[in-house]
Nanobody, 125 residues
Framework: QVQLQESGPGLVKPSQTLSLTCTVS??????????WGWLRQPPGKGLEWIGA???????YYSPSLKSRTSISRDTSKNQFTLQLSSVTPEDTAVYYC?????????????????WGQGTQVTVSS
């Protein structure tokens, strides 16, 4: 069974870039038709899809975050990475990486099958 683990700093200053890495085991990020996503849950709010990178390296982003988001991958390490620039306190959330087999609704958080445990990121000076 595939396992995902998020890593990165828990505290980021406003205006800086948040960078998180998801390390995958038990499966390859290049396996056909799998999408590898980043999602987050701000305090007191629901889950929000941030974006995803596909098995072939294509990327898709939430329109509301697209201008600040970049998702990349390192296939040699079986990892994919989120970068969110110009963060504000509103970006404070628990961040998750997750995976799903392709459906059209790749921005639907309920479609993701396997999840990391999540990592708290706080934006504060």
């Amino acid at each position: 069974q595939v396992q995902l683990q998020e890593s990165g700093p828990g505290l980021v200053k406003p205006s800086q870039t948040l960078s998180l890495t998801c390390t995958v085991s038990g499966g390859s990020i290049t396996t056909n038709y799998y999408y590898w996503g980043w999602l987050r849950q701000p305090p007191g709010k629901g889950l929000e899809w941030i974006g995803a990178i596909t098995y072939s390296g294509n990327t898709y982003y939430s329109p509301s975050l697209k201008s600040r988001t970049s998702i990349s991958r390192d296939t040699s390490k079986n990892q994919f990475t989120l970068q969110l620039s110009s963060v504000t306190p509103e970006d404070t959330a628990v961040y998750y990486c997750a995976t799903m087999k392709y459906t059209r609704e790749y921005d639907d958080t309920s479609r993701y099958e396997y999840w990391g445990q999540g990592t708290q990121v706080t934006v504060s000076s």
